[in-house]
């Protein structure tokens, strides 16, 4: 029987509509071992209400603003127009076996500095692809909607693609979505068009930007999948993190030069503090001296 996800009380729950039981009861052919044979609309809410008393289903209510929202409803009643979650778990061992696949996988992307560095430049290959292809994809999607909308058509590949509030699976559901658009959208088709034939001319007289920009964009490609746009001392010091370095002698001997010359910069400073402090007792005293003079 066809059945929707949602979400009930912070759980993931499957409910369906008390029509669409009524017609999965009288249409069954396939699974009358299990299923009793029904053959009036009668017999199909009985069985609803059967449900309903043994606990098997319960009567729900949709959020009003989210209708992947539900709550439970306080009406007990089985009808045609109602909403349904099951309450049958079933097994758990899928749902163990792809939890422990969820733990595996963080602990896998946890310790992906240690990985090794064929892993690393796979995963980097992957998301880089991955990258591009959604770009491409949305250009071109849009590029299409573009078109067949200035003939008149609205149409997008994979409408919900971009829904948060849909599943996976729901997100590549329905694979299109076409329809005429409005009369009132005449004048804005014509501005669009007007403004898409301006755009080609521009770039038909601009080839020189046009180019650049292109090879600009070929580069910027290159550049990604090279790995160019990282920084090459943040990767080297994470590739040498466990190597212990022994400095040579060129190394003790660069230490030991700045080490005397941090000596004389001290003894220079210190020097001039006491300069500075003795001629400022000077000072005072001359100052004083003179004062005793005048009185």
């Not at 992906?112 to 430049?121: A, D, M, T, Y």
Request: contains cysteine; proline residues 3%; negative net charge.
């Amino acid at each position: 029987m066809p059945v929707r996800p949602a979400i009930e009380l912070g759980r993931r729950v499957e409910y369906f509509k008390g029509d669409k039981l009524r017609s999965f009861l009288l249409n069954n052919t396939k699974s009358e071992r299990y299923c009793p044979k029904v053959t009036c609309k009668e017999e199909a809410i009985i069985i609803g209400q059967l449900l309903l008393r043994h606990g098997f289903i319960h009567r729900s209510d949709r959020d009003a603003q989210n209708r992947r929202v539900l709550t439970p409803s306080r009406n007990h009643e089985f009808t045609t127009d109602g909403y349904y979650t099951w309450m049958y778990d079933g097994s758990t061992n899928l749902r163990n076996f792809l939890t422990a696949c969820l733990i595996l996988g963080f602990l896998i992307c946890v310790c992906f500095p240690i990985w090794p560095q064929w892993g690393k430049v796979a995963v980097w290959y992957m998301s880089v692809t991955f990258l591009i292809f959604i770009m491409i994809f949305t250009i071109v999607r849009l590029f299409l909607f573009f078109i067949l909308w200035l003939c008149g058509m609205d149409f997008w590949l994979l409408p919900n693609v971009f829904d948060d509030n849909l599943s996976v699976a729901d997100s590549f559901r329905p694979m299109y979505s076409f329809r005429r658009t409005d009369a009132s959208e005449v004048y804005y088709r014509v501005a669009g068009f007007v403004a898409f034939v301006v755009f080609c001319i521009w770039v038909s007289q601009q080839p020189t930007d046009f180019d650049e920009y292109m090879s600009l964009t070929k580069q910027f490609t290159e550049d990604v999948y090279s790995g160019k746009l990282l920084d090459d001392m943040s990767q080297q010091q994470r590739e040498e993190i466990d190597k212990v370095k022994v400095p040579d002698l060129e190394d003790l001997m660069r230490e030991e030069e700045n080490d005397l010359f941090t000596e004389k910069d001290d003894d220079q400073i210190f020097d001039r503090f006491m300069e500075e402090k003795y001629f400022t007792e000077d000072k005072e005293e001359e100052k004083y001296f003179t004062q005793d003079k005048e009185e």
